[in-house]
């Protein structure tokens, strides 16, 4: 069964840091990653979909990589920003199409 | 640019009454699917849609919950007899068919059951 784990379940850090999340899978059949942010009692928000055959991508300030062999994405977030305090969730696309979601790592960009 | 849409944006019931959820997904796409998500845990799959019949579904989606796309626009989820755990955002989702497509979210119904 897939199981998909965020670490750290937080983080905080000043306004214009480099930082990395960290999510990883145990079942290396997926067909993608996703990465998405929830700002709170709000909805889902795709930020990145990375496909299997790929090993990243990039939107703006975010890169997002992900390593099948070893079970691994990182979303690496550019010169941080008030902005981009939010909980950040990863979601892997299983065998059957549903989406199998880590519990988030909440951030806190400090200005 | 298109969206799923998903009314209300907060539903409270009684336990017991029977709730429908509504989501218009984006127009050109063919698998829809339902996920809640319980006040600071995980998002949760429950169901997937596609060809009008239920592809895959969790243990979560159990007897009391059912599915129905009425027309070419709507996706509906009903929760027949609610219960106080039932109480989670529900969040609709769609996407153009394949595993490698984004599934694209709408903004959640919260649901309370009081």
């Known amino acids: 069964k897939q199981e998909v784990t965020q670490i750290p379940a937080a983080l905080s850090v000043p306004e214009g840091e480099n930082l990395v999340l960290n999510c990883s899978f145990t079942?290396?059949?997926?067909?993608?990653l996703q990465w998405f942010r929830q700002d709170p009692g709000k909805g889902l928000t795709s930020l990145l979909l990375?496909?299997?055959s790929q090993r990243e991508q990039t939107s703006g300030r975010l890169n997002a990589s992900l390593d099948k062999s070893s079970g691994r994405s990182t979303l690496y977030i550019a010169a941080s920003q008030p902005g981009d305090s939010a909980t950040y969730l990863c979601?892997?696309?299983?065998?059957?199409?549903?989406?199998?979601w880590g519990a988030g790592t909440k951030l806190i960009i400090k200005p | 640019e298109p969206e799923v849409t998903q009314t209300p944006s907060h539903q409270v019931t009684q336990m017991g009454q029977e709730v429908i959820l509504r989501c218009v997904p984006i127009?050109?796409?063919?698998?829809f699917y339902w996920y809640r998500q319980i006040l600071g845990q995980k998002v949760e799959f429950l169901v997937s849609?596609?060809?009008?019949?239920?592809?895959?579904k969790s243990e979560i989606f159990d007897d009391q919950f059912s599915v129905e796309r009425p027309d070419g626009s709507n996706f509906t989820l009903k929760i027949r007899s609610t219960k106080l755990e039932d109480s989670a955002m529900y969040f609709c989702?769609?996407?153009?068919?394949?595993?490698?497509?984004?599934?694209?979210f709408g903004p959640g119904t919260r649901l309370t059951v009081l």
């Open positions: 990375i496909q299997s």
């Open positions: 989702a769609s996407n153009l068919g394949t595993a490698t497509d984004t599934q694209y």
């Open positions: 127009s050109n796409h063919l698998y």
């Open positions: 979601a892997g696309t299983g065998s059957n199409y549903q989406l199998i």
């Open positions: 079942d290396s059949a997926i067909y993608n």
């Open positions: 849609f596609y060809n009008n019949e239920i592809s895959e």
